[in-house]
Every structure is written in structure tokens, then in C-alpha cells.
């Protein structure tokens, strides 16, 4: 089960492990929303670690600390959400009208209001409202100037990554056993590694002459998530070692390469 916190400033800790406080040697974690917001509103402070990033995007150093009620505006988990969805899909209402050109959260407050979400589509969590990209497809479209926009199909990262990743991994076990075979696929590796560079760093000028960056899923062609700022991207980049997408020494390179690029 994985955990988001956005805090009343604005800082979302993800994946966020907690503890109560006393369990002091943090052998049991609490996986069951209920359970955290029960000691939440019983006055007891939580014992979160995660990573942490600002509204923006940007990482910050790793949170180990304690919050309380009053320090979190919104917490949700994977269960939450309908089947189907995945945990970044998940945007508040503000995040939502600002993706689909709307001029506030108020008018998807509205249209909650007058019943066009399903029950399993929205969720209050904390004094936030939460939803999701499909919800907000069906309930208000296709989002402006889709034509104009970079789009990536999540088969280019689920698969095509993914299997990049394996071969990465094998690079070590293939050079002690045959060092002519190891040439090659490293050879391989870095064309592919190119090819993925190359796929993000349009990415990345969309971003950066003001497009939207739009993840699809390739099965259905709906709207997974949509990136509107370069903080935006590099999160969405940093996903990808928790899903096991890009080793981290990939990743990092990635990274820094993309950084690098001039404005």
C-alpha cells in the first residue's frame, strides 16, 4: 500500500511510510488509512519518513519527522481509488482545473455537487478533494489543445523501459562470462539508452515552449497523467526507479543529461 501526504504547506511526502510514536524501533508500519487518521484525530502526532518533493515538483531532502492534523492538508492511499487507477493519477481539484484549463476547483466542485462523478471517481481526503485523470475525461473531456501537445504512450515506458532495465542489469553477469557478447549488448544498451534520451528531451522542449506533456495509456488512449511544468517532469522521471523502469545509475545519468540541456 503506498501512502501520499500533502502538508499544509504544500509539500507532498510520497511514498510515505508511517509509524506511531510509539513504536519507537519503527518495526510496524501503518499501512491502513483508517488507522492514521483515527490516531490523527485522537490529537496523536505520526511518525512519517518519505521522500519529499514541493509543489513544484522539485525534490527536497528525505522527511523524518513527526505530523500532525493540523500539518496535513490531504492523505490517501492506492486503495482509495478506483481499481484500474494508480497512484499518479491522483491530482486535487486545484491541480485538476489548472491540467484541463478550468479557472478554479470550484467549478468541479460544482459538477460533484450536481452528481456527474461516480462515488469511486472522487474522495475527500483530509480538507482536500481528490480525483482522478479518467474521472476528469469523462466528466469534462478531452483537455484543450490536445493536438498541440507531446503525448507518450505508457507502452514506450511500461515496456520498452522495462526491458531495458533487465538488460541493465544483466550487463554485469554477461561481461564475466563472455566479454565479446558483453561489447555488444552494451552496444545495444546505449543506442537504446539514446533512443529513450532522445524520446524525453522533446519531451522536455514541449515543456519548455509552454505544451503539454500528455502520458496515454496505449490500450484505450486515456489521458494517464499530463505534465505543464519542467518540476512536473523531472517527478514524473523519478518515478521511474520505484517502478523499477530505469536503474538508478540510468536514471541518474538521464537526469543530469536532461538538466543540462540549455533553456
Excluded at 518519505?50 to 486503495?79: P, R
Excluded at 549488448?185 to 532522445?198: A, F, M, N, W
Amino acid at each position: 500500500m503506498t501512502i501520499t501526504i500533502v502538508t499544509a504547506e504544500n509539500r507532498r511526502l510520497y511514498p510515505a511510510i508511517v509509524y506511531s510514536l510509539e513504536d519507537k524501533e519503527q518495526k510496524n508500519p501503518i499501512f491502513d488509512i483508517d488507522d492514521i487518521f483515527d490516531l490523527l484525530y485522537k490529537s496523536q502526532n505520526i511518525l512519517v519518513i518519505s521522500t519529499q518533493f514541493d509543489q513544484y515538483g522539485k525534490e527536497l531532502k528525505i522527511f523524518n519527522g513527526e505530523l500532525g492534523k493540523s500539518d496535513i492538508k490531504a492523505l490517501f492511499s492506492a486503495k482509495d481509488i478506483k481499481a484500474g487507477n494508480e497512484l499518479d493519477c491522483v491530482m486535487t481539484l486545484s491541480e485538476a482545473a489548472k491540467k484541463w484549463g478550468l479557472s478554479n476547483g470550484s467549478t468541479i466542485r460544482k459538477s460533484i455537487e450536481r452528481g456527474k462523478f461516480e462515488q469511486d471517481e472522487i474522495k475527500q481526503a483530509g480538507d482536500v478533494w481528490i480525483t482522478t485523470y479518467s474521472a476528469m475525461e469523462r466528466v469534462f473531456g478531452s483537455i484543450k489543445n490536445e493536438e498541440n501537445a507531446y503525448v507518450i504512450y505508457d507502452d514506450f515506458e511500461c515496456v520498452y523501459l522495462t526491458k531495458m532495465y533487465y538488460q541493465y542489469c544483466n550487463l554485469g553477469y554477461i561481461r564475466d562470462i563472455n566479454s565479446a557478447y558483453y561489447n555488444k549488448i552494451l552496444k545495444d544498451y546505449e543506442e537504446k539508452y539514446q533512443y529513450v534520451k532522445g524520446i524525453f528531451e522533446n519531451a522536455l522542449r514541449a515543456i519548455r515552449n509552454n505544451e503539454k506533456v500528455i502520458i496515454k495509456k496505449s490500450r484505450n488512449n486515456k489521458v494517464r497523467e499530463i505534465l505543464t511544468t519542467e518540476g512536473e517532469f523531472f517527478l514524473y522521471l523519478n518515478t521511474f526507479h520505484s517502478r523499477r523502469n530505469m536503474a538508478p545509475e540510468m536514471l541518474n545519468r538521464l537526469m543530469e543529461e536532461l538538466k543540462a540541456i540549455r533553456k
